[in-house]
């Protein structure tokens, strides 16, 4: 299927960025406002402590925030967490659950990642699910399989209005410098439309599939033309405002 979703460009920042970071974010406003905009969508996702003055600072352009992750109650005795609901609150219309990270440092099962997609639902946020294969397990030829498999616990059902995204980050591509190859992404990225359009119809063939793992400006152009690539998941290189925009223009 041709790419004719508008990509999206998405940073995670990590648990990386002070305040003096803030004038990285200032610049993606400004630039995505400007005469020479990218033709995509761009998000960017700080750390908590930086998200509502990303917010201000991106308020009179079309720069999207979000967050990195979220509880899956609304409020409660939770220390520390934050819910769905206060990101919204404070400006946030995305949010990252499932990140290979918070699976292998926080245990999170696929269950709890549809908990939060959930939470991230009700609460007005877009949730960016977040699947993606060990290194390990592509060896062994499981990709797909364990994929579809992460896809069946984590994606919840939706309502008519309600939309995802999914990010396909292999997680030995991650902050490595290794990437998959074009070939391996375009079946990734087949096999996981293919799961959307069965489960969700008609949004599924609209439903942005992101593939995140080591995108830099030098090789954003080539991976994001491929099918069914409807936009990145950058971490290290969505640090910096101009290697970010570099990717958002190649998109
Ligand atoms: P890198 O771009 O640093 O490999 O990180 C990818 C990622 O995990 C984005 O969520």
């Not at 069965?198 to 400006?217: D, F, H, M, N």
Request: proline residues 4%; contains cysteine; hydrophobic residues 45%.
């Amino acid at each position: 299927m041709p790419n004719t979703i508008r990509p999206l460009i998405a940073g995670n920042w990590k648990m990386n960025g002070l305040r003096a970071s803030l004038r990285e974010i200032r610049a993606m406003a400004e630039k995505v406002s400007g005469k020479d905009r990218p033709d995509c969508d761009v998000l960017v996702c700080p750390p908590a402590t930086l998200l509502a003055e990303a917010v201000a600072l991106s308020a009179d352009s079309p720069l999207a925030t979000g967050g990195q992750n979220c509880h899956v109650a609304r409020t409660g005795a939770h220390t520390g967490d934050v819910s769905a609901e206060m990101l919204a609150d404070a400006g946030a219309r995305f949010v990252i659950v499932g990140h290979s990270e918070r699976r292998s440092d926080h245990g999170e099962t696929d269950g709890v990642v549809q908990a939060k997609a959930r939470a991230a639902l009700d609460a007005g946020l877009v949730p960016i699910i977040c699947v993606g294969e060990t290194g390990a397990q592509r060896l062994d030829a499981l990709a797909i399989t364990v994929v579809e498999h992460q896809l069946d616990g984590s994606v919840p059902q939706l309502q008519e209005n309600e939309q995802i995204v999914i990010a396909y980050e292999p997680v030995w591509a991650i902050g490595t410098g290794e990437v998959a190859t074009p070939a391996d992404i375009l079946r990734m990225h087949a096999s996981i439309r293919d799961w959307l359009v069965s489960r969700l119809a008609l949004k599924g063939q609209e439903t942005r599939i992101l593939y995140g793992g080591s995108v830099k400006p030098e090789n954003a152009a080539e991976i994001l033309a491929l099918a069914n690539v409807n936009g990145g998941l950058v971490g290290g290189a969505s640090l910096k405002a101009r290697d970010f925009l570099a990717i958002a223009d190649a998109a």
